[in-house]
């Protein structure tokens, strides 16, 4: 069974960097043609793509984050992380971690989230 699972603060200073990190589970990130990327809700906002990894460890960034935005990964722990720099509180929202299938298209395994604050 697939889980992801998002790890990290939920309360970040402005101007901080902000650390995630999620732990996947029953597949590996190095698995063809899946594609691991972050997602965030701010409140009363719909949902913003970030950025993401293929299999093979190219990264993709949203436009809109410039290069606020970083994402790794540890193949042997068989997680990736999101690093997003001088936060600001337009940076508070539930961060996800999804999987997405490039065979089949879209999104396919969520994880449960974690919200982040960003306030002194």
């Known amino acids: 069974q697939v889980q992801l699972q998002e790890s990290g603060p939920g309360l970040v200073p402005p101007s901080q960097t902000l650390a995630l990190t999620c732990t996947v589970s029953?597949?590996?990130?190095?698995?063809?043609?899946?594609?691991w990327s972050w997602i965030r809700q701010a409140p009363g906002k719909g949902l913003e793509w970030l950025g993401g990894l293929s299999y093979s460890g190219t990264e993709y960034y949203s436009p809109s984050l410039k290069s606020r935005a970083s994402i790794s990964r540890d193949t042997a722990k068989n997680q990736f992380s999101l690093f997003l720099s001088s936060v600001t509180p337009e940076d508070t929202a539930r961060y996800y971690c999804?999987?997405?299938?490039?065979?089949?298209?879209?999104?396919?395994?969520w994880g449960q989230g974690t919200q982040v604050t960003v306030s002194s």
């Open positions: 029953g597949v590996s990130i190095t698995t063809t043609n899946y594609y």
């Open positions: 999804v999987r997405g299938d490039g065979s089949a298209g879209g999104d396919d395994y």
